[in-house]
């Protein structure tokens, strides 16, 4: 069956280091695959897109990584603040015409 | 990005009563979307809705319990009817990227803020 897993429901790190969330799927062929940010009471914010010929991505502080052997996403914030404390959620291309399936989250908080 | 905005951003209800939850976006698109976020969960999709056509429902979630409507390219309603302490949950609208618009990226979606649905 189709699964996407984010492997950490809860990451806490220490501010100034980097911070790695982990995105896994099996049984589909994304051409791409997004990262989005959520806050308490928000709707998810669009961080960042890769596509399948794209190996990594940067946008200042976050990168994105894209391994279609192993069926990975990672996603890195670099010099982690406490504001970058959010839930974060990997998405990616389901069956259908702009369709998002999204992973389940993974909650990070970056500890002053 | 898009700027999109939802009413009402929560609400409290009666079991067996209906509510329609409305969507604008300040730019037209082709295509809207409406999620389910139960509880701790992740997004789940509930239909697409395309201006001029009906909606096209997921897996698990028909027209009878969440009719949908698409006037015009920047507005859309979900109706959540009959409702049951189950459908407590938040309801979310996004709206596809365009190319043709300079701020939004192809293949990824803006979603509104929300609204909080709790069924008593």
């Known amino acids: 069956s189709q699964k996407i897993e984010q492997n950490s429901e809860a990451l806490n790190i220490q501010e100034g280091k980097t911070a790695t969330l982990t995105c896994n799927y099996t049984?589909?062929?994304?051409?791409?695959l997004q990262w989005y940010r959520q806050d308490p009471g928000r709707g998810p914010v669009f961080l960042l897109l890769?596509?399948?010929?794209?190996k990594e991505k940067r946008k200042e502080r976050l990168k994105v990584t894209f391994d279609t052997t192993l069926k990975q996403s990672l996603f890195h914030i670099t010099a982690s603040q406490p504001a970058d404390s959010a839930t974060y959620l990997c998405?990616?291309?389901?069956?259908?015409?702009?369709?998002?399936?999204f992973g389940q989250g993974t909650r990070l908080t970056i500890n002053p | 990005s898009a700027v999109i905005s939802q009413k009402p951003s929560r609400d409290i209800c009666q079991r067996g009563t209906s509510l329609t939850i409305q969507c604008q976006v300040d730019?037209?698109?082709?295509?809207m979307f409406w999620y389910r976020q139960q509880p701790g969960q992740s997004l789940t999709l509930i239909a697409t809705?395309?201006?001029?056509?009906?909606?096209?429902?997921e897996s698990g979630f028909v027209i009878d319990k969440f009719p949908i409507s698409r006037p015009n390219l920047t507005f859309s309603t979900l109706t959540v009817s009959n409702m049951s302490p189950e459908d407590s949950s938040i309801y979310l609208c996004?709206?596809?990227?365009?190319?043709?618009?300079?701020?939004?990226?192809?293949?990824?979606?803006?979603f509104g803020p929300g609204t909080r649905l709790t069924v008593l």
């Open positions: 730019s037209q698109v082709t295509m």
């Open positions: 996004s709206v596809e990227g365009s190319g043709g618009a300079e701020v939004l990226v192809t293949d990824t979606q803006y």
């Open positions: 809705a395309n201006q001029g056509s009906e909606a096209t429902y």
């Open positions: 998405a990616l291309e389901g069956q259908g015409a702009q369709k998002l399936v």
């Open positions: 049984n589909y062929s994304p051409a791409y």
């Open positions: 890769i596509r399948e010929n794209e």
